[in-house]
């Protein structure tokens, strides 16, 4: 008798072996920016080390923890643009083991804390620039609310709620308005390299996650509940996501995953590496 958590459950969702050129095309394009986010961290990597920390007060400990975390939040992003997963459904563009929702999301989990920690460093200096209290308080509380929004995530992931995945986007939308409520209170005084992109970039941000995503998510729930969708215990959920996966290249099944997907795997990225810029 096979074993659930070992044999894995496979299928091809192509129809007489039709495949989207676009999501080939797509796919291509991920990896492709994943190779140069790899070489974009690597000359950051090259430029703290010649020449450590340059913002008064600095030190060079400091380049090199955010360097760290950005390694953490570049291969993630790298591994997932050549593995790109659509969790819920178990859908795939490559069959392999290491294409699983566990896996994935497993990564995914590294890699985002490695981004919130990015984050809290950076509000936490500006807190310490300007001696502002609510800045210091935003720059501990950043982390706590994305490893509550990754519990959200994996709720989501195991269960199948797409309810939870709404909450997850929820946070982190909240997350980066208060890191841009957090500059404007330090102000273009403090961190001047840093004010304007950083409210510009994160107020576009908090737009995109609660005109997109939130709604995208919480639309999906409202039509699984119209559905009468069965949802899984988390123990069933831990059995699915290590054992079944859809392999599919039908535009219709990552139209959606497209817009979030292409701006997380290169302006998310490139933030992270510019972050670790923003120390030399």
């Known amino acids: 008798m096979n074993d659930p958590l070992t044999t894995p459950s496979?299928?091809?969702l192509e129809p007489n072996g039709v495949r989207s050129h676009a999501v080939a095309w797509w796919h291509l394009s991920l990896r492709a920016i994943a190779v140069l986010n790899v070489a974009l961290w690597s000359l950051a990597a090259v430029a703290v080390t010649r020449e450590h920390g340059s913002i008064p007060g600095e030190t060079p400990a400091a380049c090199y923890l955010q360097l760290l975390l950005s390694a953490g939040y570049v291969a993630g992003c790298a591994f997932r643009s050549f593995r790109p997963v659509i969790d819920i459904p178990r859908i795939v563009l490559v069959h392999s083991r290491l294409s699983s929702v566990l896996i994935g999301r497993s990564v995914a989990t590294v890699a985002e804390l490695c981004f919130a920690a990015q984050w809290a460093l950076i509000l936490h200096r500006a807190g310490l620039l300007?001696?502002?209290?609510?800045?210091?308080?935003?720059?501990?509380?950043?982390?706590?609310?994305?490893?509550?929004?990754?519990?959200?995530?994996?709720?989501?992931?195991?269960?199948?709620?797409?309810?939870?995945?709404?909450?997850?986007?929820?946070?982190?939308?909240?997350?980066?308005?208060?890191?841009?409520?957090s500059m404007l209170v330090a102000g273009p005084h403090r961190l001047a390299s840093l004010y304007l992109p950083i409210i510009a970039g994160g107020t576009a941000y908090v737009a995109f996650i609660f005109l997109y995503?939130?709604?995208?998510?919480?639309?999906?729930?409202?039509?699984?509940?119209?559905?009468?969708?069965?949802?899984?215990?988390?123990?069933?959920?831990?059995?699915?996501?290590?054992?079944?996966?859809?392999?599919?290249?039908?535009?219709?099944?990552?139209?959606?995953?497209?817009?979030?997907?292409?701006?997380?795997?290169?302006?998310?990225?490139?933030?992270?590496?510019?972050?670790?810029?923003?120390?030399?």
């Not at 509550?148 to 980066?176: I, K, P």
């Not at 009468?228 to 054992?243: N, P, Q, T, W």
């Open 130 to 181: 300007g001696a502002t209290s609510f800045v210091q308080a935003v720059s501990l509380a950043i982390v706590p609310l994305i490893v509550l929004a990754e519990g959200c995530s994996w709720y989501a992931v195991l269960t199948t709620g797409q309810r939870a995945h709404a909450a997850e986007n929820s946070l982190w939308g909240l997350a980066a308005a208060l890191a841009v409520a």
């Open 213 to 280: 995503d939130v709604p995208m998510y919480w639309s999906r729930w409202l039509v699984d509940q119209a559905n009468g969708h069965k949802y899984l215990s988390i123990a069933e959920g831990m059995v699915d996501v290590c054992r079944r996966w859809t392999m599919s290249y039908r535009w219709e099944d990552w139209r959606n995953e497209v817009p979030w997907m292409s701006l997380y795997f290169t302006f998310g990225v490139w933030t992270s590496i510019w972050l670790v810029r923003a120390c030399i």
């Open 10 to 12: 496979y299928r091809l």
